[in-house]
């Protein structure tokens, strides 16, 4: 074997919030890890890809990971450095003449930066991607600038960081106990000379919640976007009853009548829910929840829609647009609405831009224009992972 990329992926950092570690929240729909190990195991240079995880984190990586052809994880150490080292050992037996060693969280890694650490190392034993630092530096002591840094001979290092196996390998023996900022650092204290090549603005960490904002703006302004645009819609109708409370997109609404039905009629998040399953072709409310099962007897109509939202994030999907139309002579539905709409962006975890909700009457005409009850009708566009398709006879 020649070339071994060893991706780094145990650390269990959730700064960008939720419970997640960073190297399993979704960017374009795929965890940051899998697009990482895919960029390597695309790379025609690379024959091989070790990844070292968490303790506790391998039903995340087997999810994150899912019909890639991969060796098992190696568990990884309480340090980095300790991670690095037990990924190095897994690696032993294989002995590649090189190992590129690399950040999980840096997922935007292009071919060609990954063509740079590989040819560098036909010439030397330890390849560094930098970049330029291009801000002046400041020292400063709590919010006071105390001095004036030279950045004069400084760069930026970045990952992957390339090495000869053997030699690496040795040099992480030997600093085994003593804390180290990066691979680089070990292999310059064991004495190995490194060679900087140029690095790449976009292989930068995700670490925080603009990190991963921006990271989406650039999959997709590269056209590497995974997305397609699917669009469900959602219908629904109950009848008034005069012994309920009328509820409309989780909100109480002042009203004569409220709505018959097993739960707590909700007809406009049934109307929402259907859309969104319907995007996702995952059937309807009623498959999901019986209207025999006693379960959902009374319950607040939010749970389904929370349940369909659900779906669609474990599909690595998300929201684009909510457009709704509630259909009666009364009541009057102005009122609510702006109400409704944050209802429903709480509800689905997005903004309220994204939500629409319009009312209108059938002009007297039909069962809602006999006020017999409430009619809904909604439309989900949602985006979703592209899967190949393959057709079923
Ligand atoms: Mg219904």
Not at 59 to 79: Q, W
Not at 174 to 185: H, I, N, P, R
Not at 268 to 297: C, N, Q, S, Y
């Amino acid at each position: 074997m020649q070339t071994a990329a060893l991706i780094v992926a145990a650390g269990s950092g959730t700064r960008l919030g939720g419970d997640l570690p960073k190297q399993y929240l979704h960017l374009d729909g795929q965890p940051v890890l899998r697009r990482t190990v895919l960029a390597f195991l695309e790379h025609p240079r690379i024959d091989h890809v070790q990844v070292v995880i968490g303790a506790g984190q391998k039903d995340l990586y087997d999810k994150a990971i899912a019909g890639l052809d991969l060796p098992p994880p190696v568990i990884g150490g309480e340090t980095r450095q300790q991670s690095v080292a037990a990924g190095l050992a897994a690696l032993a037996g294989s002995a590649p003449a090189h190992v590129l060693i690399h950040d999980a969280a840096r997922a935007l890694i292009d071919h060609a930066l990954i063509t740079r650490v590989c040819d560098g190392l036909v010439s030397c034993s330890a390849v560094l991607p930098a970049l330029p630092v291009v801000d002046s530096l400041s020292r400063v002591e709590g919010l006071q600038v105390s001095g004036t840094q030279d950045r004069e001979g400084l760069v930026r290092a970045q990952t992957p960081q390339g090495f000869d196996f053997l030699a690496i390998t040795a040099a992480h023996r030997k600093a085994a106990g003593q804390a180290m900022s990066d691979d680089v650092a070990v292999a310059r204290a064991a004495g190995m000379v490194v060679q900087v090549v140029q690095g790449s603005e976009d292989n930068f960490k995700i670490t925080v919640a603009e990190d991963l904002e921006r990271a989406e703006f650039l999959v997709r302004q590269k056209g590497l976007s995974i997305m397609e645009t699917r669009t469900g819609s959602g219908f629904d109708v109950h009848r008034f009853a005069s012994d309920r409370a009328l509820m409309l997109c989780g909100l109480q609404v002042p009203h004569t009548h409220g709505l018959a039905g097993h739960s707590d009629a909700d007809v406009a998040l049934h109307a929402i829910t259907d859309a969104v399953l319907g995007a996702m072709a995952e059937g309807d409310i009623g498959d999901h929840f019986p209207p025999d099962d006693a379960r959902w007897k009374g319950v607040s109509s939010d749970i389904f829609l929370r349940y369909a939202m659900s779906l669609l994030q474990l599909r690595g999907g998300r929201i684009n647009s909510i457009d709704l139309t509630i259909i009666c002579e009364a009541p009057k539905i102005k009122p609510y609405r702006q109400a409704m709409r944050h209802n429903v962006a709480a509800i689905l975890s997005v903004p309220a831009r994204r939500i629409s909700i319009k009312a209108t009457t059938t002009e007297q005409l039909g069962f809602t224009g006999r006020r017999e009850g409430i009619a809904a009708q909604a439309t989900a566009t949602v985006e979703l992972p592209r899967e190949p398709d393959t057709f079923e006879a």
